[in-house]
C-alpha cells in the first residue's frame, strides 16, 4: 500500500494555472506507475494523466493534453500535474493513485485505497 495526500487545488479563472501535488508514502512508490484521476459533480471518476515510475513515459487524456503536464519526483515521493490554461470543464476533485497504463488510458490499481482528494474549481 502507497499512503497518499493531494494538495494545490484551489479556486481559479479559466484560462489561469494550478500545480497539484501528491505525496506518497511507503518504499514502493519508486517502483509503481502514477496516475491523476478526477471526478466531477454527478460523474464517475476518469482519467487524467500517468507517468511511468522513473518518469520516462507519461500518459493523457485527449481531453487534457496539450494543457496538463504530470511529472514526479521520487526523492521527494511525490507526483505532480502542472494544469495550464484550465476550463470550466475541468472543475472536479483530482486524486492520484498507484495505476496501471497502456496505449493512452491508465486505470487506478484496485488493491490501493485513494486518497482525500484536492478540489479545483475553475469558474468562467
Known amino acids: 500500500q502507497v499512503q497518499l495526500v493531494e494538495s494545490g487545488g484551489g479556486l481559479v479563472q479559466a484560462g489561469e494555472s494550478l500545480r497539484l501535488s501528491c505525496a506518497a508514502s511507503g518504499p514502493a512508490f519508486i517502483t509503481y506507475t502514477m496516475g491523476w484521476f478526477r471526478q466531477a459533480p454527478g460523474k464517475e471518476r476518469e482519467f487524467v494523466g500517468g507517468i511511468g515510475y522513473d518518469g520516462g513515459r507519461t500518459y493523457y487524456a485527449h481531453s487534457v493534453e496539450g494543457r496538463f503536464t504530470i511529472s514526479r519526483d521520487n526523492t521527494k515521493k511525490e507526483v505532480y500535474l502542472q494544469m495550464n490554461n484550465l476550463r470550466p470543464e475541468d472543475t472536479a476533485v483530482y486524486y492520484c493513485?498507484?495505476?496501471?497504463?497502456?496505449?493512452?488510458?491508465?486505470?487506478?490499481?484496485?488493491?490501493?485505497?485513494w486518497g482525500q482528494g484536492t478540489h479545483v474549481t475553475v469558474s468562467s
Open positions: 493513485n498507484v495505476a496501471y497504463c497502456t496505449g493512452h488510458l491508465c486505470s487506478p490499481a484496485s488493491f490501493n485505497s
